[in-house]
């Protein structure tokens, strides 16, 4: 049973946003689903197309950035938008798929373009509770 959730964070120009789970790669994943949703309503993206990620760096909060880039990376160069992440995590590397289909205006009626993820409130911790966190603020 997951117990992830996602949320956007308020932040002057820009957005924050924040993945919560049980596990660090939920967590990840919560995070994506969170930046997705800052373009367009998830519900709006059918999952039928796969993409195969893989990431490495030496810290969990530098790890978050460079997933978060590298989906914005593969939004812009396959012209898709994702809203389904599975995501393996051992030690600091990171795997994923990303499941989405290809942008359609019409459809998907994206509200901004992400440039990329900050250094701007990053964190990835495990909390008390045992619940992972892992935020940051995205640039648009």
């Given at each position: 049973?997951?117990?992830?959730?996602?949320?956007?964070?308020?932040?002057?120009?820009?957005?924050?946003?924040?993945?919560?789970?049980?596990?660090?790669?939920?967590?990840?994943?919560?995070?994506?689903?969170?930046?997705?949703?800052?373009?367009?309503?998830?519900?709006?993206i059918n999952p039928v197309d796969t993409v195969a990620v893989e990431c490495e760096a030496p810290e969990f909060d530098l790890l978050l950035i460079d997933w978060l880039n590298?989906?914005?990376?593969?939004?812009?160069?396959?012209?898709?938008?994702?809203?389904?992440?599975?995501?393996?995590?051992?030690?600091?590397?990171?795997?994923?798929?990303?499941?989405?289909?290809?942008?359609?205006?019409?459809?998907?009626?994206?509200?901004?373009?992400?440039?990329?993820?900050?250094?701007?409130?990053?964190?990835?911790?495990?909390?008390?509770?045992?619940?992972?966190?892992?935020?940051?603020?995205?640039?648009?």
């Amino acid at each position: 049973m997951t117990t992830g959730r996602w949320e956007h964070l308020e932040h002057g120009a820009d957005i924050g946003i924040r993945g919560c789970g049980s596990s660090l790669p939920e967590a990840f994943a919560q995070a994506a689903l969170a930046m997705s949703g800052v373009v367009t309503d998830l519900d709006n993206i059918n999952p039928v197309d796969t993409v195969a990620v893989e990431c490495e760096a030496p810290e969990f909060d530098l790890l978050l950035i460079d997933w978060l880039n590298e989906i914005v990376y593969q939004m812009a160069t396959r012209n898709m938008l994702f809203s389904r992440f599975e995501v393996e995590i051992c030690g600091h590397q990171l795997r994923a798929r990303l499941y989405g289909e290809a942008t359609n205006p019409d459809k998907h009626q994206p509200a901004v373009e992400i440039k990329g993820a900050t250094f701007t409130e990053l964190e990835v911790r495990q909390a008390a509770n045992g619940e992972w966190i892992a935020q940051c603020v995205i640039d648009v």
